[in-house]
């Protein structure tokens, strides 16, 4: 059974127009905003499961940046990358460890 978002608003308009009409007494006026807050995390939660229904891969690709978006990032032209592969050669030094001296 769906409740829907006409009846939700319709409710905490209600609510609201309770709690306006019994300002003089705060203890009642605070249970009014309780009912709305209540009605209000209701909204959200039906917002919530809509959204969790979308496919993860819609997700996942909507995060991911395109080649495009990478290209205007980073410039027309991508920066050259030094190859790691170099092998020091200065002092006795063999290798690419960062303990190589």
Do not use: W, Y
């Not at 690709?61 to 290209?71: G, I, V």
């Not at 205007?72 to 001296?101: Q, V, Y």
């Amino acid at each position: 059974m769906s409740i829907s978002m006409q009846q939700l608003l319709q409710r905490m308009n209600k609510e609201i127009e309770e709690a306006m009409l019994r300002h003089e007494d705060p203890v009642r006026v605070r249970e009014h905003a309780r009912a709305v807050r209540l009605l209000c995390d209701l909204v959200l939660e039906e917002e919530r499961q809509e959204s969790a229904g979308a496919p993860e891969t819609a997700k996942k690709n909507d995060m991911q940046p395109t080649a495009e978006e990478m290209r205007k990032m980073m410039g027309e032209d991508p920066p050259e990358r030094k190859s790691t592969n170099d092998k020091l050669d200065h002092d006795g030094a063999n290798g690419s460890s960062i303990f190589d001296f």
